[in-house]
């Protein structure tokens, strides 16, 4: 199974199931890498990991522990259903707008969103810059027009 587990009575059981594949999974790395050499052969690659520092397993185990808290909290505060579901991420500001700009248009970035311009200019072999241009929309697609103009 790929991707994130999703919340609902059934998380800490597909967790749990989730944790089992993965420590199966990585079991059977060492068991092959076993065979291969008993059976004469050079196995190819690098030998596996042990169980304690495989990535896998204890990221499968992170998401276990976080369906523990996640199911005790739940199960803490009857009178609230549903609390701690739709949190915020804590890296967004709560301000969406910006009041110098406000034509300027949001705009995806690495950690959330921005408002802002897309900035794109064009410079000659010798490092001149050639053209500069600012445009709302958030691909680059309309700046390679105008490198081929100037290119």
Known sequence: ????????????????????????????????????????????????VPMEQSTRVLRAGRVVQAAERAASEDSGSPS???????????????????????????????????QGYNADLAVSADHVIVAVSLSQPTNDQACFDAAREYG
């Open 80 to 114: 609230r259903p549903g609390a701690g579901k739709h949190r915020k991420p804590k890296h967004l500001p709560d301000v969406v707008a910006d009041t110098t700009g406000p034509q300027s248009p949001i705009m995806p970035a690495r950690k959330g969103f921005l």
């Open 1 to 48: 199974m790929t991707g994130r587990i999703p919340d609902g009575p059934h998380r800490l059981a597909e967790a749990q199931a989730h944790l089992a594949r993965e420590i199966a999974g990585h079991q059977a790395k060492p068991d092959r890498h076993a065979a291969i050499i008993a059976a004469g052969r050079r196995p190819m690659g690098r030998p596996p």
